[in-house]
């Protein structure tokens, strides 16, 4: 394979002169071989190193998210399953988000419109995360309060990938921001009812993560919920306590029982 930083100005270079079908070819020639064996795909980071490296040539280019929303949709215009929950063309959707999340830390406004206009284009779980843990986060660190109240609005989304990145955001959120389990808190509260098995997987991941912060800030807020009577607030309280003491999770598997 070619370096990532010239994969990437060949990219940048088709890119910039609407020769987008070429960016396909080229990287199905040049990802051919780091494939992995059991599955057949290229590796995560690996795409995301390329895109940073595209990121970081499109930062002066005046038309960056013309280009980018035209790529994405190419990215959209075949859909096969691939393994594990994954779809086709996830290798330009990944190197996309790799080049976001370098231009989000220097153009909120038009990162967060971005998003915005690719919200429902959403049809996995890793498209989710990656834009999540890369892009998003970035977003909510630089403006928290218009970026959880955007994700306020995730959350009541019919589309269960829009609400699951509201909630897979929570994660980065908190690694960067230890002190605001609060109000990373007070958004779950909008989804321990949640119904999907994908968003509920994200909600527990969000709860473990802000235990590793303020594990007594989520073991009263479980403890809250677990005098609910609804089967899914307990299976998000079974995964979401995992991190917390055994004494606490002994605590709350009572609550769950009397209430169950």
């Known amino acids: 394979m070619t370096g990532k930083k010239d994969l990437a100005k060949l990219i940048f270079e088709k890119l910039t002169n609407n020769d987008l079908e ?3 070819f080229l990287l199905s020639k040049q990802l051919a071989k780091e494939k992995t064996e059991k599955i057949g795909i290229t590796k995560t980071p690996l795409l995301n190193s390329i895109g940073q490296e595209l990121g970081k040539l499109l ?6 998210f013309k280009h980018l929303k035209e790529l994405w949709s190419l990215s959209l215009s075949k859909k096969e399953d691939l ?3 994954l779809l086709s063309g996830r290798e330009l959707r990944l190197i996309i988000i790799g080049a976001l999340s370098v231009i989000s830390k220097k153009q909120y406004e038009e990162v967060k419109n971005f998003i915005m ?4 284009t959403i049809q996995d779980w890793e498209t989710c995360d990656q834009l999540a843990l890369k892009v998003v986060v970035n977003l909510a660190i630089q403006n928290q309060k218009e970026t959880f109240s955007l994700m306020r609005d995730w959350i009541a989304s019919d589309n269960k990938w829009i609400r699951r990145l509201a909630v897979a955001t929570i994660p980065p959120y908190i690694r960067a921001r230890k002190q605001e389990a609060e109000i990373c808190l007070k958004l779950l509260s909008h989804v321990m009812k949640e119904e999907d098995k994908d968003v509920k997987k994200a909600i527990g991941w969000a709860l473990r993560e802000i235990t590793k912060k303020d594990e007594n800030a989520v073991f009263e807020f479980l403890k809250g919920w677990a005098t609910t009577d609804n089967i899914n607030t307990h299976q ?3 995964e979401g306590m995992k991190k917390l003491p055994q004494k606490e999770q002994t605590i709350l598997n009572s609550l769950i029982f009397k209430n169950g």
């Open 83 to 85: 393994s594990q929950g």
């Open 22 to 24: 070429a960016i396909s």
């Open 59 to 64: 930062l002066k280019e005046k038309r960056k």
């Open 117 to 120: 206009d690719i919200l429902n």
């Open 236 to 238: 998000i309280i079974k």
